[in-house]
């Protein structure tokens, strides 16, 4: 309409000037027109023709008003709603936050009255001794933060290695919740939730530094309130960005971390106390609950255990930079959804015997000293024909050996669990 309209009086302007011409210029712009009789009568004409063409323009004009008027009430009438509608929404989603923060803070107050210690390891893993202050010079990588697990176990010697037996208790994850029974200076005693011990009912109690540790009540209800991933490679890197391009740190399998949001092969997660971090989703396993963890198959098992295959032993390991005997068999089973107790003395007398001749795989096997009537050493895993994969002794890496075949363990055998359905 608008257009048409400024065509209407550009028409109606161009028809004018031409008009005032003939009035100024009549030889020039009337010659063509004859008598000047003639020329009267086509001046007469042409202002009718020009009076018309203004009428028409006014009227374009004053409906073109009253239109753009009326759109002008229905844009402001449609701009009112859409602000009503938006503030509408603006309080729904202020309400959704507020029930939000409140129920998250609800929760946080639950979890502080129900468990006032609780804390979680702030390190790829943590180290945990029998003793406060005992550690070497060499072992300073592994009681820092952030924690060197590779540095740790690559710089000790054989004798160093052999020095940790009896030195240490076991380890525990980044993330991993812990509750504080004791403090002392710089270290502190804690039970590590997840690693069933007759000695306590709370988990696997131990000294380690203060300051692997940290509280925060917000990512323990991340923690009961999210989905969360489990670390299925040896060991898989954290990122600050979710180009994954900038690490944050290498953490083990069996780590497990509540779930932000998953698009595009990355995953985001919480830290406890780091906010934010992402890894490639094919680093991983999701599970909404501990539930919804699958049963695995002996095969299942046995896969995941190949993959540390020469990775070197470490006396109280329990994660993918070096394990014990039992801390191979404990984490394998725990990152496949079953807890079984930490220590083979104990897994031994849990699950189900199994006779010799009907091993499977997956089935734990033990050995004692006194020729396996005495007090259980060792436990490996049974992965068929024969076969059992183990981790040794500080001198050697997780292997498989045609067990009983052994000259030094097939004497000591002292029978197997099974643990599978």
Not at 58 to 82: A, D, K, M, P, R
Not at 273 to 282: H, P, R
Request: aromatic share 10%; with cysteine; net charge negative.
């Amino acid at each position: 309409m608008a257009s048409i309209t400024l065509l209407s009086i550009g028409i109606f302007l161009a028809s004018l000037i031409y008009l005032v011409l003939c009035f100024i210029m009549p030889k020039v712009f009337l010659k063509f027109h004859g008598k000047p009789s003639g020329r009267k009568r086509f001046l007469k004409v042409y202002s009718c023709y020009l009076a018309f063409l203004l009428v028409i323009s006014i009227i374009l004009f004053v409906n073109e008003s009253e239109i753009q008027e009326t759109e002008s009430v229905v844009s402001g009438n449609q701009h009112e709603l859409l602000a009503e509608e938006k503030e509408k929404a603006d309080e729904a989603e202020e309400k959704r936050e507020a029930e939000t923060k409140a129920n998250e803070e609800f929760a946080q107050k639950q979890i502080m009255q129900s468990e006032p210690d609780l804390a979680f390891i702030n390190v790829a893993v943590a180290t945990l001794w029998s003793e406060p202050n005992n550690t070497r010079p060499v072992d300073s990588p592994s009681a820092e933060n952030p924690a060197d697990l590779w540095k740790w176990t690559t710089s000790m010697s054989l004798d160093q290695r052999k020095w940790l037996v009896g030195k240490l208790e076991t380890q525990a994850l980044f993330a991993q919740p812990v509750t504080v029974v004791e403090e002392l200076g710089e270290w502190v005693k804690v039970a590590v939730h997840d690693q069933p011990t007759p000695k306590s009912d709370l988990g696997y109690a131990a000294w380690m530094p203060k300051t692997q540790l940290i509280s925060n009540y917000e990512f323990a209800v991340a923690r009961e309130q999210n989905a969360f991933a489990v670390m299925m490679k040896s060991t898989s890197w954290l990122y600050d960005d979710e180009h994954l391009q900038v690490k944050f740190m290498e953490v083990s399998y069996n780590t497990r971390l509540p779930i932000v949001s998953q698009e595009g092969g990355v995953t985001k997660i919480a830290t406890p106390s780091d906010g934010e971090k992402w890894i490639s989703s094919d680093d991983i396993a999701v599970f909404e609950t501990e539930q919804d963890i699958p049963k695995p198959t002996g095969e299942t098992l046995v896969q995941s255990g190949e993959q540390f295959l020469s990775l070197p032993y470490l006396w109280a390991g329990t994660s993918g930079f070096g394990f014990d005997c039992s801390g191979f068999t404990y984490t394998i089973y725990r990152a496949n959804g079953i807890t079984i107790p930490r220590d083979s003395s104990v897994q031994a007398t849990h699950g189900t015997v199994v006779n010799k001749d009907e091993l499977q795989k997956g089935d734990l096997l033990f050995f004692a000293y006194e020729q396996g009537k005495g007090s259980v050493h060792h436990v490996g895993m049974y992965i068929g024909d024969g076969k059992m994969i183990h981790a040794p002794n500080p001198a050697s890496t997780v292997e498989i050996i045609d067990v009983f075949e052994s000259k030094h363990l097939s004497s000591e055998y002292a029978g197997a669990r099974r643990y599978l359905d």
